[in-house]
């Protein structure tokens, strides 16, 4: 292999890395806001879990309206 060779092989792995390192940004990022929605998930599910054992979730009658059959 002659020295041009070598450049051309060595401009296309840079080229290669360069393009690997913004994939590896972007799957960083699209990971990190997955995880951001996974625990703002789990903590929704964790406050609707606690209303239900706390029953707090009932509705009071006295603020309902009756249904328009009434």
């Known amino acids: 292999m002659n020295s041009a060779e070598h450049n051309e092989r060595i401009d296309a ?3 290669r890395v360069a393009y690997q ?3 590896i940004e972007e799957l960083n990022a699209a990971l990190t ?3 951001q929605s996974i625990d703002l998930l789990t ?3 964790a406050m609707l879990e606690e ?3 706390s029953g707090s979730y009932i509705a009071d009658p006295a603020t309902e309206r ?4 009434y």
């Not at 009756?66 to 059959?69: Q, S, V």
């Open 13 to 15: 792995l840079e080229t």
């Open 21 to 23: 390192d913004q994939t």
């Open 33 to 35: 806001a997955q995880w």
């Open 43 to 45: 903590k929704k599910l």
């Open 51 to 53: 209303q239900m054992r």
């Open 66 to 69: 009756p249904p328009p059959h």
